[in-house]
């Protein structure tokens, strides 16, 4: 996996100071890393009959949708609060300071579906958490859940103990 972290930039004191920012867009414009990030990520879950991929917006779509295609899988969004046209149901979580809220369509899986979650990246896991709650409350099944990158130092894995995680590459540390 040196070979897809070396393709993403780290960013520091972005988006404020004390921060390391992981940027993903070095790594998608790298043809071969991204279809390599692609190809693990269907390698670990091909044998799962993966229904749908759920991914969280607005990175998690990226690799989520070439994900879903390559599985043969639907794919459905989750969206910050407003942004979707139909019925849906939402999931309010917290931040570092306050709260925010992810919604998804009602009618976006049925009863039973095996569903793969993707997002970018895993913080402190609250906003995955969310999103599990949003596929239980749909009955769904949670074959897994997929990370392009994972900040193993802030211990997001610890909040999604119950499930299959997967992720590309870990950080062990902020720097």
Same mark, same amino acid.
């Not at 996996?1 to 390391?20: A, H, V």
């Not at 992810?102 to 995955?128: F, K, N, S, V, Y």
């Not at 074959?143 to 119950?162: A, M, N, P, W």
């Given at each position: 996996?040196?070979?897809?972290?070396?393709?993403?930039?780290?960013?520091?004191?972005?988006?404020?100071?004390?921060?390391?920012?992981?940027?993903?867009?070095?790594?998608?414009?790298?043809?071969?890393?991204?279809?390599?990030?692609?190809n693990?990520?269907?390698?670990?879950?091909?044998?799962?009959?993966?229904d749908?991929?759920?991914?969280?917006?607005?990175? $998690?779509?990226?690799?989520?949708?070439?994900?879903?295609?390559?599985? $043969?899988?639907?794919?459905?969004?989750?969206?910050?609060?407003?942004?979707?046209?139909?019925?849906?149901?939402?999931?309010?979580?917290?931040?570092?300071?306050?709260?925010?809220?992810?919604?998804?369509?009602?009618?976006?899986?049925?009863?039973?579906?095996?569903?793969?979650?993707?997002?970018?990246?895993?913080?402190? $896991?609250?906003?995955?958490?969310?999103?599990?709650?949003?596929?239980?409350?749909?009955?769904?099944?949670?074959? $897994?859940?997929?990370?392009?990158?994972?900040?193993?130092?802030?211990?997001?894995r610890?909040?999604?103990?119950?499930?299959?995680?997967?992720?590309?590459?870990?950080?062990?540390?902020?720097?």
């Amino acid at each position: 996996m040196k070979q897809l972290s070396d393709t993403i930039r780290s960013i520091p004191d972005f988006p404020k100071k004390g921060i390391m920012f992981r940027d993903i867009t070095t790594l998608l414009k790298d043809a071969e890393a991204l279809q390599t990030s692609v190809n693990l990520l269907k390698t670990h879950y091909e044998k799962s009959r993966i229904d749908k991929v759920v991914c969280i917006e607005s990175r $998690g779509f990226i690799l989520g949708s070439a994900l879903a295609v390559s599985l $043969g899988a639907g794919f459905v969004p989750i969206r910050k609060k407003g942004k979707l046209p139909s019925h849906v149901i939402r999931e309010e979580y917290a931040l570092e300071y306050g709260t925010d809220v992810i919604e998804m369509h009602m009618d976006a899986l049925q009863p039973g579906d095996r569903i793969l979650l993707h997002d970018d990246l895993l913080a402190t $896991g609250g906003t995955m958490c969310a999103a599990v709650k949003l596929v239980e409350q749909l009955h769904a099944t949670i074959v $897994g859940i997929s990370f392009l990158i994972e900040l193993s130092f802030l211990q997001g894995r610890t909040h999604l103990k119950d499930f299959d995680i997967y992720s590309l590459v870990q950080y062990d540390r902020e720097s």
